[in-house]
């Protein structure tokens, strides 16, 4: 059974930082693409950054320079280090690791932003 579960979220003021953490159990991050998401309250699940088996890196536009996907395979760990955060970071974020046929989602995690 694959489970991911998410830590690191919290409230924080704007212009402050968080590290968010995924750890896996059951199958393994590298194997995968990996990536974060996030869905705000009334708003539909969005890309925040991708991870891919290849090593290719892909961030939401708006999220460059600010957030910074990565991981430790040792530890069998996806990260998302996210700086100079906005009130409109405000969201429940979720790591994913997708294989060909399947597709793995953590519970979740709430950021929320104090302006």
């Known amino acids: 059974q694959v489970q991911l579960v998410e830590s690191g979220g919290g409230l924080v003021q704007a212009g402050g930082s968080l590290r968010l953490s995924c750890v896996a159990s059951g199958a393994t991050f590298a194997n995968g693409d990996n990536g974060w998401y996030r869905q705000a309250p009334g708003k539909q699940r969005e890309l925040v950054a991708i991870?891919?088996?290849?090593?290719?890196?892909n961030y939401a536009e708006s999220l460059k320079g600010r957030f910074t996907i990565s991981r430790d395979n040792a530890k069998n760990t996806l990260y998302l280090q996210m700086s100079s955060l906005k009130p409109e970071d405000t969201a429940v974020y979720y790591c994913?690791?997708?294989?060909?046929?399947?597709?793995?989602w953590g519970q979740g995690t709430q950021v929320t932003v104090s302006s």
């Open positions: 991870l891919s088996t290849g090593g290719r890196v």
């Open positions: 994913n690791l997708k294989f060909i046929v399947e597709n793995y």
